[in-house]
Structures are given as structure tokens and as C-alpha cells.
């Protein structure tokens, strides 16, 4: 980008396309004056030859005519038949002479009399020269007026840019909040700071959500680190404990010690499984779409929660609807939500799965008879690494949930019961 001044640059243009002007305008002037003096000269005498006719029909003596058609600047010479001159001398034509001849028609003494008007184009030729010295002059003048004109007036001109500028600066400086708020929007320089502290206002807002974003990402590399902290002592204490038990240690300690390094394993796979996952919802995640009968997910999951716990009633309710999803990530949506559902009532409690649709969405609640989520907590328990009373996992398994949901175009949020009942229930939306 080229940064030359641009107070130099519009005075710089304003003085070159004044240069350009000022002698077009002056070229201009002096043809017309030129041509307008030419013709007034040619109408001049031409109009002394018809006042001379005019004379001589009236039969006016040669002295006398030459008298009444003489004017200023005008040679009057009338040369009779006879040879008789009257008038000044005749001139020889030159180029600085302009000459009008012609023949009386009338009067007693005039008739078949030369009439010669001479004018000396020399005063014209002055008179022209002297223009265009004025016109120099005053071109000069103009030229270096308007030249301090601009440089006083772009100050004046150009102090909003100054004030951008120095908004500019201050901003880089780290002083926020600063606006220049234009007091019209419907100028040039209006629409640019209106464009500007719009741009501010935008910067700024990225900013607050970056830094939210860095202390939350942050707080959740803490909490990741905390929740990993307690598998992996586990994994180690056990190890180390084997180590020191030596092959000759009890083969129920030995037994023990090998289920606790075999479950905090596992632990930890899981969460960082789910770490896993949370990274690429957060990169964008990619649907394998296909026709999924959603009933059918939904019986296939009741079946495997029966198997951890026979005493456990689950009822699918609604008709078996069709959609196109990924049916791995809403397997994991309602594996989670009955997990949760079955940690929270019990072995022995109540779980329905109402499988509907409304409003041109498939809607899936699923609820149970347990204590319930409290209201101040049912958006809170969608973030990442937060624990309810009877949670037994990471505290990952809703915020990914919620993230599969909304990548197929739905929701996932904590809700009462549709019958009103003592319970928690979570709404699943999702576009058929």
C-alpha cells in the first residue's frame, strides 16, 4: 500500500489539476477574446461602408461624409471620379492592416467614389497581449493561493482521520473501550466510523471470548489432569505393590491388586476416550449418515442395561421412527442417558423411553424415577468435567452427548417429566 501523505497527495492533485485548468481556461479566453475582437473589427468597418452608402443616396458633400463616417481607429480615404481625395492618405496593405474597399452608388459627387476604411490591427494584437498577461498573473495568484488554501484546509479536512489514528493507537496501546461515534452515519466519513468502532466492537468481543475460551480450556486441561490423576495412582500403587509382593505374595492379594490395575485401566481408557471425543466435536465432527430406526437403537440398549441389571424396569414407548443419523453417535447419546438414568434410580427403579415427533423434529425423553435434577442445575451438569450426586463416571458422558446431538442438527437438555412425576428427564431432539 502506498503511504505518501494524504494531505501531499490531494494538495499535490488539487495543484496539478489546477495547473491543467487555468491554462486551458486562459488558451480559451483569449481565442474568444480574439475572435470576439476580430469580428467586432469586421462589423467595425463594414458598418462604416453602409453608413457611407446611406450618406451618399442622401447626397451629403465628400468632406462632410467623410467626417460623420470617420471613428476611432478608422483610416476613412474617398477618392473621387475626378481623382479628388478626401480623408487621410492611402495606406499600403500590410498584415497588421485591415482594409475595407468599396464603390458609392449614389450622389451627385459621389457616385462611382472609392471608399477605402483602414484599421490597424496592431492595437488588437496589444490589447490581446496584454490579456494574456493578466491571465498569467492571475493564474500564478490562483495557483499559489489555493496552494495554502489546501494545506490550511486539509488540517481542517482531514482532523477525523487524525482522531481514527490516534483511536487506532490507543487501542494497540491495550486502552479499550474507546469509540469514535460518528455524530452522522450518512457521509463518507460517517460510514467509515461507523464501519470503524463496529470493527472495534468485534475485535473486542474476540478478544473476550478468546480469553474466556484460553481460561476455560485451561480449567478444563486442570480438570482432565485431576480426573487422570486418580487411575493412573491407582494403576501405579497397584504395580508397585505387586512389584514389592514379589512371586511368593498371596494369590488373593496377587488376585486383588491385578482386578484394581485391570479397573483403574479401564478408568482411564475411558476418559481419555472421552477426551478423545470431546476434541474432534470441538474440531467439527463428521456424520456418517444412514437410515436408523430409532425404536430398534433404543431396545438394543434397554437389552444390554437389563443384562447389568435384571431387577431394573424398562418400558420403549412410541412408534419406531426412521431417520438419517450416525448410528454409532446415537447409540452413545442413549447409552449415556440410560447409564445415567440407571445410576440415578437404581437397580431396581423405573426407566420410560418416549420415542415421538413434533414440529417437523423426532423427539426421544428419557426418564426415570429418581430423585431428579434440580433447575439451577440442569445446564450446568452439560459441562465438561462436572459431577452430579450420583455420578460415577468422568463427568463427560452429558457435554458429549449434548455435542452429538447438536451435530445432527438437534439439542439435548435436563427437563420435568412429561406426566409431572417425581424424576429426571432429558429431551433428545433431532432432525428426521
Known amino acids: 500500500m502506498n503511504t505518501v501523505s494524504l494531505r501531499r497527495r490531494v494538495t499535490i492533485t488539487a495543484l496539478l489539476v489546477l495547473l491543467i485548468v487555468l491554462p486551458v481556461t486562459g488558451l480559451a479566453v483569449k481565442a474568444i477574446f480574439d475572435a470576439q475582437a476580430e469580428r467586432n473589427l469586421s462589423t467595425l468597418l463594414t458598418g462604416r461602408a ?18 460623420r463616417i470617420d471613428a476611432d481607429g478608422v483610416r476613412v480615404t474617398l477618392v473621387l471620379r475626378t481623382g479628388q481625395q478626401f480623408g ?52 500564478a495568484a490562483a495557483l499559489l493561493i489555493t496552494g495554502v488554501a489546501l494545506v490550511l484546509g486539509m488540517r481542517l479536512a482531514l482532523a477525523p482521520l487524525d482522531t481514527m489514528t490516534s483511536l487506532a493507537r490507543s487501542i494497540a496501546a491495550g486502552r479499550r473501550g474507546g469509540r469514535l461515534q460518528p455524530t452522522r452515519r450518512d457521509t463518507e466519513l460517517g460510514r467509515t466510523a461507523a464501519a470503524f468502532d463496529e470493527m472495534l ?16 480450556l485451561r480449567q478444563f486441561v486442570a480438570d482432565a489432569a485431576h480426573e487422570l490423576r486418580t487411575p493412573v495412582t491407582g494403576l501405579q500403587t497397584a504395580a508397585e505393590t505387586l512389584l514389592q509382593l514379589g512371586p511368593d505374595a498371596p494369590a488373593e492379594r496377587r488376585d486383588e491388586l491385578e482386578l484394581l490395575l485391570v479397573r483403574e485401566s479401564r478408568r482411564a481408557g475411558s476418559l481419555v476416550a472421552d477426551l478423545l471425543e470431546l476434541a474432534r466435536i470441538d474440531a467439527g465432527l463428521v456424520l456418517r449418515r444412514e437410515p436408523v430406526l430409532l425404536k430398534h437403537l433404543a431396545r438394543t440398549q434397554a437389552g444390554r442395561l437389563r443384562l ?30 440410560l447409564d445415567n438414568a440407571r445410576h440415578a434410580t437404581g437397580d431396581s427403579g423405573r426407566i420410560d423411553v418416549l420415542i ?36 460415577r463416571g468422568s463427568g463427560l458422558g452429558l457435554p458429549i452427548a449434548r455435542g452429538f446431538a447438536r451435530a445432527h442438527g438437534g439439542d439435548l437438555i435436563a427437563t420435568d417429566r412429561p406426566d409431572g412425576k417425581p424424576g429426571a428427564a432429558f429431551l433428545l431432539t433431532l432432525k428426521p
Open 308 to 337: 447389568l441389571a435384571p431387577g431394573l424396569t424398562i418400558e420403549i414407548i412410541g412408534a419406531d421412527v426412521q431417520l438419517d443419523a450416525d448410528r454409532d453417535r446415537l447409540t452413545q447419546i442413549l447409552a449415556n442417558l
Open 50 to 67: 453602409q453608413l457611407a452608402q446611406q450618406l451618399a443616396r442622401q447626397n451629403v458633400a465628400p468632406n462632410n461624409l467623410v467626417r
Open 201 to 216: 466492537d468485534s475485535l473486542e468481543g474476540a478478544e473476550r471470548t478468546a480469553r474466556g475460551a484460553e481460561q476455560h
Open 88 to 139: 487621410a492618405p492611402a495606406l499600403e496593405p500590410t498584415g497588421e492592416l485591415r482594409q475595407v474597399r468599396t464603390t458609392l452608388a449614389a450622389g451627385q459627387r459621389t457616385r462611382g467614389a472609392t471608399l477605402l476604411l483602414s484599421a490597424d490591427t496592431s492595437l488588437l494584437d496589444g490589447a490581446s497581449r496584454t490579456l494574456q498577461r493578466v491571465l498569467f498573473i492571475a493564474g
Open 356 to 391: 415421538g415427533s413434533s414440529a417437523g423434529q423426532v423427539q426421544v425423553v428419557v426418564q426415570d424415577d429418581g430423585p431428579g435434577v434440580p433447575v439451577e442445575d440442569r445446564e450446568r451438569i452439560f459441562q465438561r468435567l462436572v459431577h452430579g450426586e450420583r455420578s
